[in-house]
T-cell receptor, first 113, second 113 residues
């Protein structure tokens, strides 16, 4: 089954404690990205990757890091989480090109206290 | 840059009512247009898409027509069901916009018996 998986689905942590949210896709997609969803703001792109070892900033990259060492994986790293990073996070992937469907993971709800 | 504007919600309808959710866009180049749906507690799923002017996307009774002259992509359904209750996102992607999917803020639909 074609899918994007994320782990964990729910995470409560404290300010400053480094964390990683994993994302994996089994569709051999070139393009992967991370979004955060906040009420009234829709989805905003954090980082994206057009292929292995190629990453770039999205609209709201501050406080986040990513890496793309393998085509299937695209982890999101918060080196020193802060309460304003409390949000719902989605990983997504698609084939490269402007008309291809983007597939989303189930989401990770992060709370930083 | 690219942007998408959606009508604010929530939209509350009775079952079997007619639905319209307005979406207008600003884009560089010739975008592809999408409607995504997010059911409670889930990630986003592609509902329908249109890749060129005057194309009509359709799925599960929903339709949207790509209107270049009015830069619009309004979502319609003739008879909604309780199971259509969800958040609907209009989105676009264009090569001129860096191949990034740009979302509207989402419109929550509630359908009551």
């Amino acid at each position: 089954e074609a899918q994007v998986t994320q782990n964990p689905r729910y995470l409560i942590t404290v300010t400053g404690k480094k964390l990683t949210v994993t994302c994996s896709q089994n569709m051999n997609h070139e393009y992967m990205s991370w979004y955060r969803q906040d009420p009234g703001l829709g989805l905003r792109q954090i980082y994206y990757s057009m292929n292995v070892e190629v990453t770039d900033k999205g609209d709201v990259p501050e406080g986040y890091k990513v890496s793309r060492k393998e085509k299937r994986n695209f982890p999101l790293i918060l080196e020193s989480p802060s309460p304003n990073q409390t949000s719902l996070y989605f990983c997504a992937s698609r084939r490269q090109g402007d008309s291809y469907e983007q597939y989303f993971g189930p989401g990770t709800r992060l709370t930083v206290t | 840059g690219n942007s998408v504007t959606q009508m604010e919600g929530p939209v509350t309808l009775s079952e079997e009512a007619f639905l319209t959710i307005n979406c207008t866009y600003t884009a560089t180049g010739y975008p592809s247009l999408f409607w995504y749906v997010q059911y409670p507690g889930e990630g986003l799923q592609l509902l329908l898409k249109a890749t060129k002017a005057d194309d009509k996307g359709s799925n599960k009774g929903f339709e949207a027509t790509y209107r270049k002259e009015t830069t619009s992509f309004h979502l319609e359904k003739g008879s909604v069901q309780v199971s259509d209750s969800a958040v609907y996102f209009c989105a676009l992607i264009s090569e001129g916009g860096g191949n990034k999917l740009t979302f509207g803020t989402g419109t929550q639909l509630k359908v009551e018996l």
